[in-house]
C-alpha cells in the first residue's frame, strides 16, 4: 500500500517563528489533507489539496504531486498551535484515507 | 451545519458491558467513518459506510458491531471488550462521489475517549 512519511517527528518552536512541516508519499493520490489534533483530541482541517498551493491566514500549504509531497508552513507560531499535525492521502486503490505517523509540534511562549 | 457530533464524550465499560457510541452530521455526506486512535498513533480505519451500506471493514473484531440507521447516524455497538481496546474513537464524513467512492475532503467528529476496565 502506499506509504506516507511525515518530517521532522517533532518540532519545538518559540513564539513567533516560521516552520515547515513536510509530508511524501509513495504513489499518486487523489487527495490529500492536513489535519491539526489538539490536545483534547478533535482533528480540525486545514487543508484539503490534493495539487497546488492554499493559504488560510498563518496557515498555508502546498502539494506537488508529481514530485509526491506536500508542505504545510506556519508563519508566526502561536501557543495554540502546539498539537499534532498529520497528513492524510486517499488513493482509489484502497479507498481509504491513509495517515502519516503525524508530527508533533511545540510551541515555547 | 458543518459539524460531526459524537456522544459520549467519555466512557469507562467492563469487559461485560454492552454500550454504544453514536456518531451524527447533517451535511448531507453519504459517506461515514469509524476510526480507532491509540496514543501517539494516527487514526486507523475500521468501517466505512457508504448509502448507508457497509462498504469497508478493515477485519474489525466482531466485538465491535457498526450500524448506519439512515443518513446523518451512525452507531458502534461495543461488547465483551478487551482492555487493549482502550482508545478513542473517530467518526467521519464525507461527500461520495458520482462513482460512489470518495476522494472527498473528511471531516471528524470530537471522538469518544473509552477506556475498557
Known amino acids: 500500500g502506499i506509504q506516507v512519511e511525515q518530517s521532522p517527528p517533532d518540532l519545538i518552536l518559540q513564539e513567533g517563528a516560521n516552520s515547515t512541516l513536510r509530508c511524501n508519499f509513495s504513489d499518486s493520490v487523489n487527495n490529500l489533507q492536513w489535519f491539526h489534533q489538539n490536545p483534547w483530541g478533535q482533528l480540525i482541517n486545514l487543508f484539503y489539496i490534493p495539487s497546488g498551493t492554499k493559504q488560510n491566514g498563518r496557515l498555508s500549504a502546498t502539494t506537488v504531486a508529481t514530485e509526491r509531497y506536500s508542505l504545510l508552513y506556519i508563519s508566526s507560531s502561536q501557543t495554540t498551535d502546539s498539537g499534532v499535525y498529520f497528513c492524510?492521502?486517499?488513493?482509489?486503490?484502497?479507498?481509504?484515507?491513509?495517515f502519516g505517523k503525524g508530527i508533533t509540534l511545540s510551541v515555547r511562549p | 451545519d458543518t459539524e460531526v457530533t459524537q456522544t459520549p464524550k467519555h466512557l469507562v465499560m467492563g469487559m461485560t458491558n454492552k454500550k454504544s457510541l453514536k456518531c451524527e452530521q447533517h451535511m448531507g455526506h453519504r459517506a461515514m467513518y469509524w476510526y480507532k486512535q491509540k496514543a501517539k498513533k494516527p487514526p486507523e480505519l475500521m468501517f466505512v459506510y457508504s448509502y448507508e451500506k457497509l462498504s469497508i471493514n478493515e477485519s474489525v473484531p466482531s466485538r465491535f458491531s457498526p450500524e448506519c440507521p439512515n443518513s446523518s447516524l451512525l452507531n458502534l455497538h461495543l461488547h465483551a471488550l478487551q482492555p487493549e481496546d482502550s482508545a478513542l474513537y473517530l467518526c467521519?464524513?464525507?461527500?461520495?462521489?458520482?462513482?460512489?467512492?470518495?476522494?472527498?475532503?473528511?471531516?471528524f467528529g470530537p471522538g469518544t475517549r473509552l477506556t475498557v476496565l
Open positions: 492524510a492521502v486517499f488513493t482509489g486503490a484502497n479507498s481509504k484515507l491513509t
Open positions: 467521519a464524513s464525507s461527500p461520495l462521489g458520482t462513482s460512489g467512492r470518495s476522494y472527498n475532503e473528511q471531516f
